[in-house]
T-cell receptor, first 115, second 113 residues
Framework: DAGVIQSPRHEVTEMGQEVTLRCKLI?????LFWYRQTMMRGLELLIY????????DSGMPEDRFSAKMPNASFSTLKIQPSEPRDSAVYFC?????????????FGEGSRLTVL | DAKTTQPPSMDCAEGRAANLPCNHS???????VYWYRQIHSQGPQYIIH???NNETNEMASLIITEDRKSSTLILPHATLRDTAVYYC??????????????FGQGTILTVHP
């Protein structure tokens, strides 16, 4: 079975540009998580969805960040406008069912560089 | 969620058992111990979790002390591909902790030939 698929793997953009990161969940998974990893702050949870509904977005840095699940298998994380401090690796993860098992399956990440 | 303490780095010879310790002295009765690892340039990978009993799966074994204040992840026959950062995470299930894996600094395990 295919794992969590993220795109693009690498993105280099200029400050002020819009960035859209994409994630395809594992088939049958109901929960979706967006994490961000930097050297300074490590791995941070940005937002998570359960059955397409955002449950907790308290980790989203500011209004420039938005996330959606247009359907049960796909999610986007958008940054508009982007800033150099947004440079990080963004991970998407999914988990089975609606119960909180703590077993998350992570994608390979999208490395974002904002110049 | 309870705080965890792990050594920053460890070495292990290939083929030997790697024993990674984790202290979680403030763990609550409803909190589970999870282990994840992150190989360079990859996403974190779930390894194993437990509440109070020892657990074993195809990847590793988890030994939790009787007082639950510490645990050890055991990779029985370490290979070079096990070189990674290993994270010990303590969290309750559901409620405000739903889905929130709080990753600390972890232990950098280096497996040598």
């Amino acid at each position: 079975d295919a794992g969590v698929i993220q795109s693009p793997r690498h993105e280099v953009t200029e400050m002020g540009q819009e960035v859209t990161l994409r994630c395809k969940l594992i088939s049958g998974h109901n929960s979706l998580f967006w994490y961000r990893q930097t050297m300074m702050r490590g791995l941070e949870l940005l937002i998570y969805f359960n059955n397409n509904v955002p449950i907790d977005d308290s980790g989203m840095p500011e209004d420039r960040f938005s996330a959606k699940m247009p359907n049960a298998s796909f999610s986007t994380l958008k940054i508009q406008p982007s800033e150099p401090r947004d440079s990080a690796v963004y991970f998407c993860a999914s988990s089975r069912g609606t119960g909180d098992t703590g077993e998350l399956f992570f994608g390979e990440g999208s490395r974002l560089t904002v110049l | 969620d309870a705080k965890t303490t792990q050594p920053p780095s460890m070495d292990c010879a290939e083929g030997r058992a790697a024993n990674l310790p984790c202290n979680h002295s403030t763990i609550s009765g409803n909190e589970y111990v999870y282990w994840y690892r992150q190989i360079h340039s990859q996403g974190p990978q779930y390894i194993i979790h437990g509440l109070k009993n020892n657990e074993t799966n195809e990847m590793a074994s988890l030994i939790i002390t009787e007082d639950r204040k510490s645990s050890t992840l055991i990779l029985p026959h370490a290979t070079l591909r096990d070189t990674a950062v290993y994270y010990c995470i303590v969290r309750a299930r559901g409620g405000t902790s739903y889905g929130k894996l709080t990753f600390g600094q972890g232990t950098i395990l280096t497996v040598h030939p």
